[in-house]
């Protein structure tokens, strides 16, 4: 039976080892800085160990499920007490920053890295809101580089169709940079913005799906998202380049009074949509509300 480390049992760690308990195939480390965090997830029966992080690690594969800053800090401090020949990975919104460091660090202890970003999330932290099924059917990010070793690609699949995972995405660092910042990072940064007028102190009663579905992502950790808008800064000022264009057509239109220019903007928008749910297979959303 393979063992699994899991570094970080917040939302996300809480939740793999909750979900690859269940799967009943590994057998599963825990390591947290809250000792209570630690004792409350053996003593429910989603951690078989407690690594103590000082002694030696012989986890067959190490997974960091912490910020991006916390994630270099424990691959700088703890990396020399993995095993010789094990897979690290980890699961920051990011990759080419952490890629660039984590591979040259475990390529010097002869560790396999290979960078991992699981598609899924909720509006809550901690241990406390992490679920088993936070990974159903959610698309699994591996990056691939030309110093990545195949074998553990495969193992950090199996993983992941462990997690519930529907589909696995292997990519380069750039490319998930690239694609994060488009499919992530800037609606983070649009719901935010959104929430910002005074009309939302008095949206009950006025407000449907449009309004929840645009601001469900504002109540996120600040601290964390931060980090990822900063680390992804070029790509990310890009796409918000390409949606002031795009609010800005909307505006001018309106200012013009031009209904034909507005009629082939929310036509234009549709049928890109639709387009989109056509190739892959999403649900049609409503158009009310």
């Known amino acids: 039976m393979k063992k699994i480390a899991v570094i970080g049992l917040g939302l996300m760690g809480g939740s793999m080892v909750k979900a690859l308990k269940k799967k009943g195939k590994y057998k599963l480390v825990g390591f ?29 594969i190490t997974v960091v499920a912490l910020s991006p800053s916390k994630t270099i800090d424990f691959i700088n401090e703890k990396i020399n007490l993995l095993k010789k020949g ?43 809101n992490s679920v088993e099924n936070l990974f159903i059917n959610r698309s699994y990010i591996l990056t691939k580089t030309d110093k990545t070793n195949e074998n553990a690609l495969e193992e950090l699949s199996e993983m992941a169709y462990g997690l519930g995972c529907s589909d696995i995405t292997v990519t380069t660092p750039k490319k998930h940079d690239e694609m994060i910042a488009y499919t992530s990072q800037l609606p983070h940064i649009l ?26 992502v504002a109540s996120v950790d600040e601290n964390l998202w931060s980090e990822l808008f900063l680390l ?51 649900e049609k959303p409503h158009n009310f509300g």
Not at 47 to 60: A, R, V, Y
Request: glycine share 8%; hydrophobic share 35%; charged share 30%.
């Open 86 to 128: 094990s897979i690290l990975t980890d699961i920051c919104g990011v990759k080419e920053s952490i890629c660039a460091f984590a591979e040259k660090q475990a390529e010097k202890y002869d560790i396999n890295y290979v960078g991992g970003h699981p598609m899924a999330g909720r509006e809550l932290s901690g241990f406390s």
């Open 32 to 60: 947290d800085i809250s000792f209570d965090t630690l004792s409350l997830a053996q003593k429910d029966g989603f951690i078989d160990e407690i690594w103590n992080g000082k002694d030696k690690l012989d986890s067959d």
């Open 191 to 216: 719901a935010g913005a959104y929430v910002k007028s005074p009309a939302s102190d008095e949206h009950k009663g006025f407000s449907a799906g449009s309004y929840h579905d645009v601001s469900r």
């Open 232 to 282: 992804n800064k070029e790509n990310l000022l890009i796409e918000i380049d390409i949606l002031l264009k795009n609010i800005t057509e909307y505006k001018g239109a309106l200012i013009s009074e031009d209904k034909q220019r507005i009629l082939n903007a929310v036509k234009e928008g549709r049928l890109l949509k639709e387009r989109d749910i056509i190739k892959n297979g999403e």
